[in-house]
């Protein structure tokens, strides 16, 4: 069946015969020349988009050898290379290139990522409809050397890809995934930026600056919604070290620690809202599947992802006490310098 975005053509058709937005400012955001030849693939691939004038802004998170290199290899006129000129890290890093971008929408993608062709189209198609605030996409994961059989597909936000939970075709959603992410541009005036005191910080595996600044955005503008359109597809390329349990584990805590701070800033009630729903229904649904494949199959291999499943929530739920805990704490230690200051 076709999907038909409000008020548009359907997709597939060419977004000049709709009348949509043509540019698209896509931004992308590097830290280490460990990654140059992704950096590379992605910046070809956000400029080789179909039937859309894309600039790109590519920002260097302080780094300065890799800034002289990439200023050095880019030399097209529709690329920006430039200096993240805020505090360090992918917020600063994103609110840099933002601030650069001239056309109405702002898409942005991980330097580890490729977008197909028709992206940037399938993110435009739906702009047209001036309560849309945003536009995601899926982000499929391509894995270094293979997919660890105990690792389940309910978890592959760890590795900052779409997961099992997600809506199936186009939907209304809180907030999308950062490494395939779009706004109106005017939005960041309105609300300010990303929050430059959560996000990622180099390798260090924390996130969820795109979550409070989704929510943020649609406690700001209530009337408007933010979309998920899973056929705006880009491949995340994922290193070797990524398929470890380690950096399972320590993904999964950070996220904990992360969620507990955006539940500081905008509230528990909009800052768990989906997790509960993941909580009590997708986890559960995962393992119950996995068990019974490992009845039918006669194979133990498919009870690792429901060991899988259950650790990965008890190491979320353990890092987010431990986050909530950190804030207390915070807050306590400041509460007696507010006293002097009153």
Request: glycine residues 8%; contains cysteine.
């Amino acid at each position: 069946m076709t999907q038909t975005p409000p008020g548009g053509a359907p997709i597939g058709v060419a977004a000049s015969d709709a009348g949509r937005p043509r540019e698209l400012a896509v931004v992308i955001c590097a830290y280490t020349a460990d990654r140059w030849n992704e950096i590379r693939a992605a910046v070809r691939s956000a400029l080789d988009q179909a039937d859309v004038e894309t600039e790109l802004i590519l920002i260097i998170d302080h780094a300065p050898d890799l800034l002289d290199a990439a200023r050095s290899e880019f030399i097209d006129p529709r690329i920006v290379v430039a200096p993240n000129v805020g505090p360090r890290g992918l917020s600063g890093a994103r609110n840099t290139g933002v601030g650069l971008a001239r056309s109405s929408i702002v898409a942005f993608l991980d330097d580890d990522a490729t977008a197909e062709r028709d992206w940037a189209s399938r993110l435009l198609a739906w702009y047209d409809d001036d309560a849309v605030l945003g536009v995601g996409g899926a982000s499929l994961p391509t894995w270094k050397t293979a997919r660890p059989t105990w690792f389940p597909d309910e978890f592959d936000w760890v590795v900052g890809c779409t997961y099992r939970g997600m809506p199936d075709g186009p939907a209304p959603v809180r907030n999308v995934i950062g490494s395939n992410m779009s706004f109106r541009r005017e939005l960041f005036a309105l609300v300010g930026g990303f929050d430059s005191s959560i996000g990622r910080l180099g390798a260090t595996p924390v996130g969820c600056e795109e979550t409070e600044f989704c929510i943020r955005l649609t406690k700001r503008v209530p009337s408007g919604r933010i979309m998920y359109d899973p056929s705006a597809r880009v491949r995340h390329h994922l290193p070797k070290e990524r398929e470890t349990w380690r950096y399972f584990q320590a993904r999964c805590l950070a996220e904990g620690r992360s969620k507990a701070i955006v539940a500081q800033l905008v509230g528990s009630q909009r800052g768990l809202a989906s997790e509960r729903a993941y909580a009590t229904r997708t986890l559960p649904a995962g393992v119950l599947r996995a068990v019974r494949e490992a009845i039918r199959m006669r194979r133990p291999a498919p009870l690792a992802r429901a060991g899988t499943i259950v650790a990965g929530l008890a190491l979320t739920s353990a890092g987010y006490i431990a986050g909530r805990l950190r804030v207390r704490r915070r807050a306590d230690r400041l509460q007696p310098a507010s006293r002097d200051q009153r």
